[in-house]
């Protein structure tokens, strides 16, 4: 019985975000490495590592991905963005060989997300930046739904936090089945219990009362 | 889905019980409840034997399926088969759970049926399993799952089909420009 009295937006997982999606919002703000193709005067407050005023063509920054996205432009060159390591060539092939022996949330707990992201960014290994994320998708989907089904009642920070944000939902997806048929076998589905709301706000007073 | 709201559906299955009361017949709208007469077994829904057994009105006699040789050899043969077997009874879980609640003193060897029942119920969910991990890392189209019950579906539906919707938007990225302008209401 765990319906929730509001629907929380889902990301979006895909080449679109969620507008409205927190989960989206955080992910926005992942840093990612660009090069300036063009000059931005009197900007130079952005770039910590120099003290100049303006920031000269070529310079090597980090800008965060909400703002990456919308200065990038095929056309007129403003930025151009460079892949983060971890979707380059080198971990590609860790990706491949075993998915399952990666900590995804180290990565950047927004792998498959900022993923998503990096394909607007209309770089050359675009195909196969999205074959890795299908295929580690894949791979560590059998550990996920393994984990997920078969702890019940137990401590389950060592199981979640290898895991990417994406895969934490399903995680959570997967124990909300599980503790509800749990909890019907073992006939708590029907026994009245007090909401957890009303027990955190401690204005019960006859529990007081009663012994 | 809730469980619970699976074993509301089930309460809806016949079972044969043997009142000690005596009633003309009842016209409901879902259909006559035959007359009871003391010591004539007669067919009524599961809310209904459930009831009349909680007021000491009734004897639940079991299933012709809750027996424990019977059970047995339905468990040898799903664990011999890849496939899901044919099962006892589409509410299986449910009946059992209910029927060994609330007449387990009309039920011979109870206990040895539960832990029958679990052990098919097992068997079952790990077939299951199987079958979606293979499913989504063959990414294949379509399944087709005969002879599962609805308490199976309904403890898998949330997980599979979130993982299936991931797995749908990831392999959309690898099709470049389909995927613009897609909006979702909320």
């Keep these: 019985m765990d319906t929730q009295s509001y629907?929380?937006?889902?990301?979006?997982?895909?080449?679109?975000?969620?507008?409205?999606?927190?989960?989206?919002?955080?992910?926005?703000?992942?840093?990612?490495?660009?090069?300036?193709?063009c000059a931005f005067p009197r900007l130079g407050f952005l770039e910590k590592s120099?003290?100049?005023?303006?920031?000269?063509?070529?310079?090597?920054?980090?800008?965060?991905?909400?703002?990456?996205k919308g200065l990038y432009e095929k056309k007129r060159r403003v930025l151009s963005v460079e892949?983060?390591?971890?979707?380059?060539?080198g971990w590609r092939t860790v990706f491949n060989a075993d998915p399952n022996v990666v900590?995804?949330?180290?990565?950047?707990?927004?792998?498959?997300g900022l993923g998503s992201q990096m394909l607007h960014f209309d770089s050359p290994e675009n195909p196969e930046i999205g074959q890795t994320l299908l295929q580690t998708f894949i791979g560590r989907f059998r550990r996920t739904m393994d984990s997920s089904q078969n702890a019940y009642n137990e401590d389950t920070s060592a199981l979640v936090e290898r895991?990417?944000?994406?895969?934490?939902?399903?995680f959570k997806s997967g124990q909300s089945g599980l503790n509800g048929f749990q909890s019907w076998e073992k006939g708590q589905a029907s026994q009245l219990t007090a909401s957890s709301l009303v027990l955190n706000y401690r204005k019960r007073k006859m529990t007081d009362v009663q012994p | 889905m809730d469980p619970s709201e699976?074993?509301?559906?089930?309460?809806?299955?016949?079972?044969?019980?043997?009142?000690?009361?005596?009633?003309?017949?009842?016209?409901?709208?879902?259909?006559?409840?035959?007359?009871?007469?003391?010591?004539?077994?007669?067919?009524?829904?599961?809310?209904?034997?459930?009831?009349?057994?909680?007021?000491?009105?009734?004897?639940?006699?079991?299933?012709?399926?809750?027996?424990?040789e019977k059970l047995e050899e339905m468990r040898d043969l799903e664990r011999k088969e890849e496939a899901f077997t044919p099962?006892?009874?589409?509410?299986?879980?449910?009946?059992?759970?209910?029927?060994?609640?609330?007449?387990?003193?009309?039920?011979?060897?109870a206990d040895e049926i539960?832990?029958?029942?679990?052990?098919?119920?097992?068997?079952?969910?790990?077939?299951?399993?199987?079958?979606?991990?293979?499913?989504?890392?063959?990414?294949?189209?379509?399944?087709?799952?005969?002879?599962?019950?609805?308490?199976?579906?309904?403890?898998?539906?949330?997980?599979?089909l979130d993982s299936l919707n991931c797995m749908y938007k990831l392999r959309s990225n690898l099709q470049p420009g389909s995927s613009k302008g897609q909006f979702t209401d909320y």
Excluded at chain 2, 141 to 157: F, G
């Design chain 2, 6 to 68: 699976v074993e509301f559906l089930a309460e809806k299955e016949i079972v044969k019980i043997i009142p000690n009361f005596s009633l003309d017949k009842v016209y409901l709208i879902g259909g006559d409840l035959g007359p009871f007469n003391p010591g004539l077994p007669v067919d009524v829904p599961v809310w209904l034997a459930l009831n009349l057994k909680q007021r000491q009105k009734c004897r639940i006699v079991p299933p012709a399926w809750m027996d424990v």
């Design chain 1, 83 to 89: 892949l983060p390591k971890v979707y380059r060539e």
């Design chain 2, 87 to 109: 099962v006892p009874s589409p509410y299986y879980m449910e009946l059992t759970k209910l029927l060994l609640n609330y007449a387990s003193d009309n039920i011979p060897k």
């Design chain 1, 163 to 170: 895991l990417d944000c994406l895969e934490k939902t399903l």
């Design chain 1, 103 to 112: 900590d995804l949330h180290k990565m950047g707990p927004y792998y498959y």
């Design chain 1, 50 to 68: 120099s003290d100049a005023q303006d920031i000269p063509e070529g310079t090597k920054m980090e800008l965060p991905l909400w703002l990456s």
């Design chain 1, 7 to 37: 629907l929380p937006v889902q990301p979006g997982v895909g080449m679109e975000e969620n507008f409205l999606s927190l989960d989206d919002i955080l992910l926005s703000h992942e840093r990612l490495p660009v090069r300036t193709e």
């Design chain 2, 114 to 160: 539960r832990t029958l029942v679990k052990d098919i119920w097992d068997t079952r969910v790990a077939k299951l399993r199987l079958s979606a991990d293979s499913f989504i890392s063959q990414m294949e189209a379509h399944a087709k799952l005969d002879n599962l019950t609805l308490m199976e579906i309904n403890t898998i539906r949330a997980f599979l």
